[in-house]
């Protein structure tokens, strides 16, 4: 039955390059002139990782191809939580207000003591702590959910699998964005105004965001086995705002001192807050290093996430 | 250029765990082995796994269409996974070429709150089709899914019938080289089922097509071949009539046959059921006499008698009241015989269910399914499961 091929049919490949239209051919396909070349896929049992070359290939061809997908999915998911909720897109910055509220509450009693050295109003920095805070909450939890609820679309079509990372990555920017409009209006109604080097917060911001991402692709694949994942996530960041500079100023002694060398969050977050409002630039160091860090975690995280797809959809079922 | 192979499988196999929490721990080291870019065992069974496909070759070209069959569980959609991309084959190989459609499941990525409309885009998209080309096929595709004016209201209020045809004229639209169908067609009615299976003719020629199905009739009518599976191996491949025939073999095969169900209201006290032949050709009598025990006197009653084929379809009916016998049953014992001059079926597997009802009142006394079974035997054109019918020639 077995006819010959006119490629050979054991080149290990694999992914989901196969919807890719026909004008993406990889060289090599055969074809005539007067008929586009077909693009060829083929699957076995061995481990992308053989063919590293073809491998990056289809990660960035796949990257390239899942843009028009993502930005629909950006699109449905944003006006089906704006139309499936009453409170629409407010719940993007209900949990910053209710955290900076718990926060504002702690110091009026004495819990948390004020340190003039923050050289703001105790409320605005409780607040833009917050608001910087649950961007880096979003972002950890964002890939695993929007991979967890397109189970089905995953366990049925053959998609560029990228574009799920792209659109949870697009609703994070886009909650962050209306957190920021609420960060102005804070600052409004404290009446404190922006140091001139508030755009460059967006360091800061950015470097959080990525980190928090990085973080939640890494959980992804064993979070899609083990339901385990995101329990623990919900418990362990809710503790993890109180261990992180959030309502507090970094003491010069002591251990939470060190706050900004062991906690992924701390330094971004400490240098975005000083840039948007006191105009220092307090932890630039750890930050790029942090924002470098990321950068290459985040390519890892991308393979980890690309080579364990066929697996956790063979192992989570239709 | 027709009559290249799109589809190619070589010695595919695809484990299976029965254990959930064994299965997800083998995931997590089937993880580790391909991160670490060795090899692994991946031709040897572990604790609880079992080949769910297994050694499994064939080929399909543009224009042919191969009908996958075979039992549940048989590995037909695992196998359909495999050939998608969906998961990757633990031996052998596929390569695939062109562009791929799959129609496992209709309406993938619906969001039941947006809109048709809305819908519509993402599924396109999810399908692997552009914005540009939405645009262009949207009339098309409102016009084929016949939902009107509902395109613009949100999925959650469609029936069940609606999101299907919106699903299916979707992915109607896309102009694959390869297209994998699962069932999906199964539902929604008989008018556009039949609408959706004249497109895949259309469709046909420029396509290769594999079509799983538990409805022979659609296997044979677009199949040129099938591929029959049983527990994951290759019992048939080849023309679908051979293979149509093998599967309804299987599948009337000893233990398969239904179950009968007897039931008998007081004062009827049992009930006996006699065919004359159990093997009958095609045109002979049919007799069934019907005994009873009855604790008093009843009076008049009729019976209704229903002919199944194998797949559970009735096919004939009697009831002796159209033939204007009176049947009278008196306290002890009574036989009712019934004699059906010539039943023309063709060859197959049958079963009779007997119902005895009251005249007066309306009550049913006996009902037994599936209470007794005969075959119907006949000529039959060789090599196929088509059955001769007689013709009559002119002189």
Known sequence: MTQASPLPTQTPSAGPAAELPPSASPPGSTGSPEHPALHEVTYTPGSGLRQPGRLVGEMWGDLFASRGLAWRLIIRNLSAQFRGAALGWAWAFLPPVAAAGTFILLNATGVIASDPAIGMPYAVFAFVGTILWQSFVDAIQKPLAVVNASRSMLTKINFPREALLLAGIGEVLFNTTIRLLLLVAVLLAFQTPPAWTFPLALLGLGTLILTGTVIGVMLTPIGMLYKDVQQALTMLLGLLMFLTPVGWAVPDAGFRSYSAWINPAAAPLLNARSLLITGQADYLGQTLIMLGVAGVLTLLGWLLYRLAMPILIERIGS | ?395
Not at chain 2, 144 to 154: H, Q, R, S, V, Y
Not at chain 2, 257 to 271: A, F, G, L, Y
Not at chain 2, 340 to 369: C, M
Request: charged letters at 25%; proline letters at 3%.
């Open chain 2, 1 to 395: 250029m027709p009559g290249e192979v799109l589809i190619q499988a070589d010695g595919v196999g695809k484990k299976f765990c029965r254990d959930l929490k064994r299965s997800l721990w083998y995931g997590v080291k089937d993880l580790g082995t391909e991160l670490t870019g060795r090899t692994g065992a991946k031709d040897r069974l572990r604790k609880q796994e079992f080949w769910a496909v297994d050694d499994v070759s064939f080929e399909v070209r543009r224009g042919e269409c191969l009908g996958l069959i075979g039992h549940n569980g048989a590995g037909k959609s695992t196998l359909l996974k495999m050939l998608n991309g969906l998961i990757k084959p633990d031996r052998g190989s596929i390569t695939m070429r062109g562009r791929i459609g799959a129609l496992i499941e209709l309406g993938a990525g619906f969001n039941p709150i947006l809109t048709g409309r809305e819908n519509v885009y993402v599924n396109g998209s999810v399908l692997g089709m552009t914005k540009q080309e939405i645009d262009a096929k949207f009339d098309a595709i409102v016009e084929f899914a016949e939902i009107g004016e509902f395109i613009n209201a949100p999925v959650q209020s469609y029936s069940s019938g609606m999101k299907v045809r919106l699903g299916f004229a979707v992915a109607a639209q896309l102009e694959p080289d390869v297209l994998l169908i699962d069932e999906v067609l199964a539902v929604g009615d008989v008018k556009f089922r039949t609408k959706c299976y004249n497109r895949l003719a259309e469709m046909q020629d420029r396509c290769a097509f594999i079509l799983v199905s538990h409805q022979m009739s659609h296997i044979s009518f677009i199949c040129d071949k099938t591929l029959l599976l049983k527990r994951g191996q290759t019992l048939f491949h080849g023309k679908t009539a051979e293979g149509v025939q093998l599967y309804m073999k299987e599948n009337t095969s000893g233990d398969d046959k239904p179950e009968s169900c007897v039931i008998v209201d007081d004062p009827i006290r049992s009930v006996d059921f006699r065919v004359g032949s159990d093997e009958l050709p095609v045109g002979a009598p049919l007799h069934l006499d019907v005994d009873l025990q009855a604790g008093m006197d009843i009076g008049e009653v009729y019976v209704r008698l229903i002919v199944h084929d194998s797949g559970h379809q009735s096919v004939a009916e009697l009831n002796t009241q159209w033939l204007g016998v009176d049947h009278r049953i008196s306290s002890g014992a009574s036989t009712i015989p019934i004699a059906i001059n010539s039943l023309r079926l063709k060859p197959g597997d049958y079963h009779v269910s007997v119902f005895v009802h009251g005249i007066e009142g309306l009550r049913t006394y006996v009902s037994a399914k599936n209470c007794c079974s005969f075959r119907v035997e006949g000529p039959m054109f060789p090599g196929s499961s088509d059955y001769v019918l007689e013709v009559a020639h002119a002189d």
